[in-house]
């Protein structure tokens, strides 16, 4: 029997194999990014969040504590300056801002194994401390 | 009848150097991609938090260079082709917005050992945004 022509399946087969590792490091790459965008957004929301002290017992007493309603509100403020295309969620736990942000992209490549879309997600806490760092 | 021996190895060569070379060649800008959009997210996080912290709007300016300088750098790229924008609010002003943008362009044509020819290149780009120290002292 004639076995002309075998290797060029298996060199398709391997080709498929590597576009298959290809699409799934860009996909992969491009979640990464996403997250990192976030994990920023959510440094920078929680900071400008944690900047807000009760300014009346910071003079009044030299104490630092969170101003827990204007902080909230210094952080979604900060978050809509980025628009960074997530979901917010921030609340006040203890003495720090917590600020978790969810968002989703759309994939390159693993749409072809029925995953549309990739979920990401990044959390990031601040508190507000006395001195110079 | 003709002998096949050998064929296999001429289909082998023939169809692995078509396929598998762009594929090599795709992977390799891919991770170039990667590695710019790594950096310049890097140096403009590190840029906007140094900025935010500075004593006045010069000070900013010059940690922004140097955060960007060090960022690319550290993953091996080259500071002078890196694209920095930056902004600050009028007299720097406290609890303000202070927005970075670092661009860096990546050539998609390139060989071993020879580097890159004059070619079409994908643009990365890092923005980051930080609010200036409501409370950290200011230079008069």
């Known amino acids: ?133 | 009848m003709r002998s096949e021996r050998g064929q296999a190895l001429v289909e082998a060569i023939v169809l692995g150097l078509l396929l598998i070379i762009p594929l090599v060649w795709l992977l390799t800008v891919l991770a170039d991609v990667h590695r710019s959009a790594l950096a310049v997210t890097a140096g403009a996080r590190d840029a906007g938090g140094r900025a935010a912290r500075a004593t006045s709007v010069g000070a900013a300016g010059r940690a922004v260079d140097a955060a960007v300088a060090e960022a690319l750098a550290g993953h091996g790229l080259d500071p002078s082709k890196a694209r920095v924008r930056w902004s600050a609010p009028p007299g720097f002003r406290r609890g303000g917005a202070v927005e970075v943008e670092v661009s860096y362009s990546v050539p998609v044509l390139g060989a071993p050992f020879l580097g890159s020819v004059s070619s079409p290149s994908v643009w990365v780009r890092g923005r980051h945004v930080a609010r200036i120290d409501l409370y950290r002292s200011r230079e008069p």
């Not at chain 1, 203890?94 to 990044?122: K, W």
Request: glycine fraction near 10%; charge should be negative; aromatic fraction near 6%.
């Open chain 1, 1 to 133: 029997m004639s076995e002309r022509g075998q290797v060029t399946v298996f060199v398709a087969g391997m080709t498929l194999v590597v576009l298959a590792v290809v699409g799934v490091a860009v996909d992969a790459t491009r979640a990464f990014l996403f997250r990192r965008t976030l994990q920023n957004a959510a440094d920078a929301s929680a900071l400008a969040g944690a900047s807000e002290i009760d300014r009346a017992l910071y003079y009044g007493a030299d104490r630092v504590e969170l101003a827990e309603g204007s902080a909230v509100r210094a952080a979604r403020d900060w978050l809509a300056t980025r628009a960074v295309g997530a979901d917010a969620a921030i609340s006040i736990e203890g003495d720090e801002v917590e600020v978790v942000l969810r968002g989703s992209i759309p994939s390159t490549f693993l749409g072809v194994v029925g995953i549309g879309e990739l979920t990401v997600a990044a959390e990031a806490r601040a508190a507000p401390i006395a001195g110079a760092p």
